[in-house]
């Protein structure tokens, strides 16, 4: 498994960010490490640099990725499936993309309780000018052994108010380095991504969201995991 992740990660050394023109990606988090019991996601900010409004499309290549995983590419909140056979991004709606804008992006995997390393490769370009692209590769190396940590232990990080009616903030120098806060419910339905921009402080919003348990998973640039749970009442 440490030869193909390897493998994988100098590949995507040599392919991301090759072709870019308009589209720039943003904070992708390139590897990430996580159980195999629930959906994991990659998440980066996909920029277009030019003033014209662009029909965003997306082509999927799943050589790299084991037969037992499902793959979407998400924008915002509409997602695409990605399909192994005869993966056509014509048959998918365009994703309308205004000039000088930013949207979230989201790569993901099902593993459907199956531990391997997944390499999907994907290419988002504009449909009006093909050639107008950027393809980039995320290594999910989905696995048993990864290690979670609860943030609770992380002295040097402070969280609350929880429970919480609205909003949870995360401090410390720790959260600088985190790339990735995903909010899933708990039976492993994500139910929110929150963006972050290096700041010691995230909040996360709860606004909305009925009351419960949820589990809060935030990842770092050196794939680390956190876990935090959260009580929320109405």
């Known amino acids: 498994m440490k030869k193909s992740l390897l493998i994988a990660v100098v590949a995507l050394a040599c392919s991301t960010f090759a072709s870019a023109q308009s589209f720039v990606l943003d904070s992708l988090q390139q590897t ?18 030019s003033d014209a409004q662009k029909e965003v499309r997306v082509r999927g290549d799943l050589f790299g990725v084991t037969i037992d995983h499902d793959v979407a590419i998400c924008f915002g909140n509409l997602c695409f499936n990605i399909y192994r056979d005869d993966d056509n991004p014509y048959e998918r709606a365009p994703y309308p993309m205004a000039g000088k804008s930013t949207e979230d992006l989201k790569m993901q995997i099902v593993p459907r309780l199956v531990e391997a390393v997944s390499t999907p490769f994907f290419t988002v370009f504009d449909g009006k000018n093909p ?11 989905i696995s048993s052994t990864v290690s979670v940590t609860d943030i609770n232990t992380v002295a040097s990080v402070t969280m609350g108010p929880n429970p919480t009616t609205d909003v949870v903030t995360f401090a410390g120098d720790l959260l600088s380095s985190i790339v990735g806060v995903n909010v899933y419910s708990m039976d492993g339905t994500l139910r929110r991504v929150v963006g972050t921009n290096g700041s010691s402080t995230i909040t996360v919003p709860f606004e909305g969201m009925a009351s419960g348990m949820y589990q809060v998973m935030l990842s770092t640039k050196t794939n680390e995991a956190y876990r935090a749970t959260i009580s929320v009442v109405r």
């Open 32 to 49: 990430v490490n996580s159980l195999p019991e629930s959906v994991v996601y990659s998440n980066g900010l996909l920029r277009n640099l």
């Open 131 to 141: 050639a107008d692209s950027l393809r980039f590769g995320v290594v999910f190396n």
